[in-house]
């Protein structure tokens, strides 16, 4: 193993382009539960009834009661030995450096991660049902606050800045993930269960040009079938090993 994580890294090292690509098991370390795990989120919530347009629509406080304790629970969470290796790796390749992530935690800004596309939107941020206004909210509402009204157009009710269920990824945000898959020498696939599309293409195009793919998680996924290396480890203990060795 010791020989694996020594190519590993030199072949990080050696890139002129990485990407890192990270899923729900990277903020495990952190006290956030997976979705798709033992443990994950969906064995106690049904998706259809939390997280689509629909049932926002239909029950707006019920999703917000949810998405509020998701924030509670969030905001006392701090970045793990993995967020803080991904910051190095940005430290390292500055400008040639991107993260994409498929969180809504906000843990990479944390920890000091700049270049950010999230994908799937960021739980600490709003946006207006009838202006749409996005903005930074990382309050955690009382009951009788529910649902919270939009502070520019004083009437809208807000919603998460999140892409639910059915909805489409931010075009502009997909489009610079898919071209910098498309132009690495290296992508790194971090705790991703790699089915859930678009986001799961992100490794293939990589791939598929000619880029190094490692993949670490705790078991096989998606990924694993064309990636150049797997690591079936929890990130926080293998992934500071490696970055160390890049230095």
């Not at 033992?38 to 999703?63: H, I, M, R």
């Not at 059915?166 to 910098?180: A, C």
């Not at 991703?192 to 000619?210: F, M, R, W, Y």
Request: aromatic fraction near 8%.
């Amino acid at each position: 193993m010791n020989d694996k994580i020594e190519q590993i890294a030199q072949n990080i090292k050696n890139a002129k382009r990485l990407v890192v690509f990270t899923g729900a098991g990277i903020s495990k370390a952190s006290g956030i539960p997976t979705f798709r795990g033992k443990d994950g989120l969906w064995k106690k919530y049904s998706p259809q009834e939390l997280s689509t347009l629909k049932a926002f629509v239909d029950n707006p406080k019920l999703v917000w009661q949810w998405y509020n304790e998701r924030r509670r629970l969030i905001k006392k969470a701090k970045p793990n030995a993995a967020h803080h290796a991904i910051a190095k790796l940005e430290t390292i390749f500055k400008d040639n450096f991107t993260l994409i992530t498929q969180n809504i935690d906000s843990l990479h800004k944390k920890a000091g991660n700049q270049r950010i596309y999230e994908l799937h939107g960021n739980i600490f941020e709003v946006r207006c049902m009838r202006c749409g206004q996005v903005y930074k909210d990382d309050k955690i509402y009382e009951e009788r606050e529910l649902v919270p009204k939009c502070k520019y157009c004083k009437e809208g009710s807000l919603r998460p800045n999140i892409v639910w269920f059915g909805e489409n990824l931010d075009r502009d945000i997909l489009n610079n993930s898919m071209k910098k898959s498309a132009t690495c020498d290296c992508f790194i696939a971090i705790g991703t269960s790699g089915v859930v599309q678009p986001a799961a293409s992100l490794p293939k195009i990589a791939h598929d040009n000619n880029a190094f793919v490692v993949e670490i998680n705790i078991e096989y996924s998606g990924i694993s079938i064309f990636a150049d290396e797997v690591i079936l480890q929890e990130a926080d203990s293998i992934l500071p090993d490696i970055v160390e060795r890049i230095y």
